[in-house]
């Protein structure tokens, strides 16, 4: 049975293997994972459909596979194929039992294929792929494979060997790990970008290519939401065994300003604004692999302790690499909180295809002018908003931040919200 890449997202056409759960002559249940597949967005595992034993794999770790792709075989009940049964292979008498002749097709034929044709090395794909990227002449790259298959370990136990003996690559040469020779003494260390990475890093420089992105701020005096909070905690945890956090409290104020101003809760297509009459509500956690957007789905259905559930359940998920792509898409608008990490004030980059997304950053106590003559310490907090100026006018999205300043300075107001 052929494992193949299954269908990933509607927008998803390839993966890279992450990690083979499985390896060749492992056992295999029906529905056990053998393979996990990373996309632009999550960590997939992909099952077998029935039980047996994994005997090849056509897909070193960090391959490219796209959709429908062959990436392993899985014979059903059957053994993985032994190395001592390689033997009969360099004979060539004709006088071997039938069912033992039959049974030895497939490796026979391998072999005779490694044998006659010297100039050509039979190697996997991926060995192939990975000595292509490499530079390097899959005839100089000895294996302790018994039938002369070149395996993927091969290669690239072949590219950090000494290579006094190998031939010098025609195209490109090998880069060095670390310490290159044009900067003694700097030592450097070169890390592959994860597919997630340069999709998020691709993403975000074509958000600030083609769309008109401009940042607007403002600061609110948190004292209401921290009094409110150390009031009602201890019920709300007893209650919803959950506490009452920051971020329930600014996904209920941006429903409500999105409410007030559609256009910040829309996106562009072709010539066409699509309003979203739904309020979808991403909300941007630190995963393994960078920061991610998991979305609080029906946000203005949802009250506090719903939404902090959700949003503990989503960090956790992230955390654990653990994301389904329903989790990460068809969002309507995004916050995130740089003052987790301490930031002061931020400029954030839309989550495209939004045309708005809000910042929130760390409370700091600062001296506030009550009235002319007196001043007070206040916990305050910068809070940013970045939007789609194509679709956004200024008046609309200074408006809208004013309105969540609004909301979170009286936060008994939420309750009167719609």
Request: glycine share 6%; net charge negative; aromatic share 4%.
């Amino acid at each position: 049975m052929e494992i193949k890449v299954p269908e990933l997202a509607e927008s998803i056409t390839e993966g890279t293997v992450a990690s083979w759960l499985k390896q060749p002559g492992d056992h295999v249940e029906k529905g056990e994972a053998i393979v996990e597949l990373e996309t632009d967005k999550v960590n997939i595992e992909v099952p077998s459909d029935e039980a047996g034993t994994l005997t090849e794999v056509m897909a070193a770790e960090g391959d490219t596979v796209r959709v429908g792709e062959t990436i392993a075989v899985i014979s059903a009940g059957g053994e993985a194929p032994k190395p001592a049964a390689a033997e009969p292979v360099q004979e060539t008498s004709k006088e071997t039992p039938k069912a033992e002749e039959k049974a030895e097709q497939p490796v026979a034929a391998a072999a005779t294929e490694s044998t006659s044709v010297a100039d050509r090395p039979i190697a996997s794909p991926a060995a192939r792929k990975l000595a292509r990227e490499k530079g390097i002449d899959l005839a100089q790259v000895a294996t302790q494979d018994p039938l002369g298959r070149i395996r993927v370990q091969d290669v690239a136990t072949f590219e950090v060997a000494p290579r006094e003996q190998a031939k010098p690559a025609p195209t490109k040469p090998a880069t060095p790990a670390s310490a290159p020779a044009a900067a003694p003494g700097k030592p450097e260390e070169r890390i592959k970008m994860s597919r997630r990475r340069k999709t998020i890093a691709n993403r975000l420089v074509e958000v600030q290519q083609t769309a008109a992105m401009l940042t607007t701020f403002n600061e609110i005096d948190m004292s209401a939401v921290m009094a409110l909070r150390k009031r009602r905690q201890e019920k709300f945890v007893k209650e919803n065994e959950v506490k009452l956090g920051f971020m329930s409290f600014f996904t209920k104020a941006a429903v409500a300003a999105l409410k007030k101003m559609p256009y910040l809760n829309a996106e562009i297509q072709g010539d066409e604004i699509v309003l979203k009459k739904f309020y979808d509500i991403g909300i941007a956690v630190s995963a393994p692999d960078g920061l991610v957007v998991p979305v609080v789905r029906d946000a203005d259905k949802k009250n506090f302790a719903e939404i902090e559930k959700d949003i503990i359940q989503l960090a956790v998920k992230a955390r654990d690499n653990k994301l389904g792509l329903s989790d990460l898409t068809g969002g309507t608008f995004t916050i995130t909180n740089g003052g987790t990490f301490g930031s002061l004030m931020s400029t954030p980059i839309l989550n495209g295809p939004q045309v708005a997304i809000l910042g929130m950053h760390a409370i700091n106590l600062r001296p506030v002018a009550i009235d002319a003559e007196r001043m007070e310490n206040r916990p305050m907090m910068y809070v940013a908003l970045s939007y789609d100026h194509r679709i956004v006018d200024g008046k609309e999205a200074v408006t809208f931040l004013k309105h969540i300043k609004d909301l979170l300075e009286d936060p008994e107001s939420l309750i009167f919200e719609a």
